[in-house]
């Protein structure tokens, strides 16, 4: 049982020679435990996470449409679907209703038309932009403190920061404490997706490099079709969070798998350090990518932060018994 065995100290200490020389390159991948450790008042002495997980959403999800005399009967028959007993989170409910929009045409399957499964939907980002987009408080939060390092030393690569996370937290951070950045959009008013600029990648390296793996709050994806950054979307407009409904629609995947692009890129080549911090390693189709290539490049190396115990997180020890050069 050696082999599951960390000296805490010996793992700071390598984590630390990791991210000192000014000519590493550097990546941090920030899952959803890290809204998670950002805790606000919630009264009575109190504190609650700043953004819930995916379960504390999840129900805020189908509490809010369970009070909706227009939608509750429709969520009602899209959850009956996965059958009794089950307890699916958003995500898997909103690939289930996105896989039946592709297939519903003008009929309806179980009481579903195509206009109500749209009108979920839509909803069901409504709300999940509503709890997610949330101001980061005006004080050090680990956000703020992971800004300030990444613009305290000149370096050679630019830091890149990886996140499946649909809310704005990480650009908050870097905008008060004044770090440029690049995130793919170029523009101010409707920014747009620029693949060439993500491909050429020259930018300063004082510019840091930011990618929403699972789209953002402010992602819009027009009646044009067209992909665009802006703080609000019109009536015709779809938000692009969670991509699971793009694997049927080649014209829709661009954004999201560029991004996914970005970090196989990056551990595919050279020596690299990834970090991640919040991420529970219950994401396939990301530990795929990871273990792919932390596999393919002996001389990247991959740090879990995982908060609480290890046992807490089979997967993750799993996928470090497999892959040397990944410790939890």
Known sequence: MSGFSHCPYRQSSLLQQA???????????????????????AGDGNTSPLIPDIAGLTTLVSTTLASD?????????????FGVGAAPNIEEILSHLRALLDV???????????PKLQALDKRICQITAGVVGVPLPNWETPYHNL??????????????????????????????????????????????FDLPSMESDS??????????????????????????????????DRQMI?????????SRRLPYLAMLDRLRDFLGRGQAIVVCCGYSFADQHLNEVIMNGLRSNPTAM??????????HYQEAIRCATRQPNLSV
């Open 19 to 41: 991210l000192a020389p000014n000519k590493m390159r550097i990546a941090f991948l920030l899952g959803a435990g890290c809204p998670m450790s950002v805790r606000i008042d």
């Open 69 to 81: 005399a227009g939608l509750s009967a429709d969520y009602a028959s899209l959850l009956a679907r």
């Open 302 to 311: 991959c740090f879990g932060l995982l908060y609480g115990e290890r046992a």
């Open 203 to 236: 930018l300063p390296s004082r510019w840091a490099r930011l990618w929403k793996l699972h789209g953002s709050i402010n992602w819009w994806r027009t009646s044009d079709h067209d992909v665009v950054r802006k703080s609000q979307g019109d009536d015709e």
């Open 104 to 114: 519903v045409r003008d009929g309806d399957i179980n009481g579903l038309t195509q």
């Open 147 to 192: 800004a300030a390092w990444m613009s305290g030393i000149a370096r050679a690569h630019s830091v890149e920061v990886f996140t499946p996370n649909y809310d704005l937290l990480m650009e908050q951070a870097l905008e008060s404490h004044k770090v440029p950045y690049f995130d793919g959009f170029v523009g101010a008013r409707e920014a747009f």
């Open 242 to 250: 969670y991509p699971s409904h793009l694997k049927y629609d080649q």
